[in-house]
């Protein structure tokens, strides 16, 4: 079956203006993640959401970064006033309802490559 | 932040060697996972060893836990060309009630399988 999907693939924007990354995750996945890996490090947890809601919004490092996933299928992360700094791949996974119990296996999308000039 | 850290951050090795990836964590954990990244893009997971488990097999990966140490080891065996990729240790904490399940990954051993 179809994977996680993300569009665009590459994004080059200018400083202080506005992005939307869209991920697609897969179908019947109801747990979607959204990392940001920057160059040379691993991915860094931003937003966690289980179905609809944002179960877990700590990593997003300030209030210009926003996720929604209304239908509690595709959600989209956006960005307001974007600064070099937010240069990254923003990766998207998601997972099947995760019980303590059982592992945490997470299905990685390609990415968004973000370049703010 | 990382919790995780690999070692070596840089490996080149030969086709038909074995190579060694080793990760250290610092806080308490659920699970432990490794994941394969191919050119700066999305990550393909590899194998998952719970925080009970000493030891994994899945074909030519072997992965051992020490909850003791906070370590983990990954060991490819006979590797081939097609293994050169940046590999990731990964752990989300004990199930506490409240949060998410996040990752949190090292930054990373970069392999390099010269045919």
């Known amino acids: 079956g179809a994977g996680v999907s993300q569009t665009p693939s590459n994004k080059v924007t200018e400083k202080g203006k506005y992005v939307e990354l869209r991920c697609d995750p897969i179908?019947?996945?109801?747990?979607l993640y959204w990392y940001r890996q920057s160059l040379g490090q691993g991915p860094e947890f931003l937003i966690y959401f289980q179905g609809t809601g944002a179960a877990d919004d700590s990593g997003l490092p300030n209030d210009r970064f926003f996720a929604v996933r209304p239908e509690g299928s595709v959600s989209t992360l956006k960005i307001q006033r974007t600064e070099r700094g937010d240069s990254a791949v923003y990766l998207c996974a998601s997972s099947p309802y995760f019980s303590p119990t059982s592992g945490n296996e997470q299905f990685f999308g390609p990415g968004t490559r973000l370049t703010v000039l | 932040s990382q919790q995780g850290e690999e070692d070596p951050q840089a490996l080149s090795i030969q086709e038909g060697e074995n190579a060694t990836m080793n990760c250290s964590y610092k806080t308490s954990i659920n699970n432990l996972q490794w994941y394969r990244q191919n050119s700066g893009r999305g990550l393909v997971h590899l194998i998952l060893?719970?925080?009970?488990?000493r030891e994994k097999h899945s074909g030519r990966l072997r992965v051992t836990l020490d909850t003791s140490k906070k370590s983990s080891s990954l060991l490819i065996t006979a590797s081939r060309a097609a293994d050169t990729a940046s590999y990731f240790c990964a752990t989300d904490a004990p199930y506490s009630g409240a949060g998410s399940y996040q990752l949190t990954f090292g930054k990373g051993t970069k392999l390099s399988v010269i045919p």
């Open positions: 179908s019947g996945h109801t747990a």
């Open positions: 060893i719970r925080s009970n488990e």
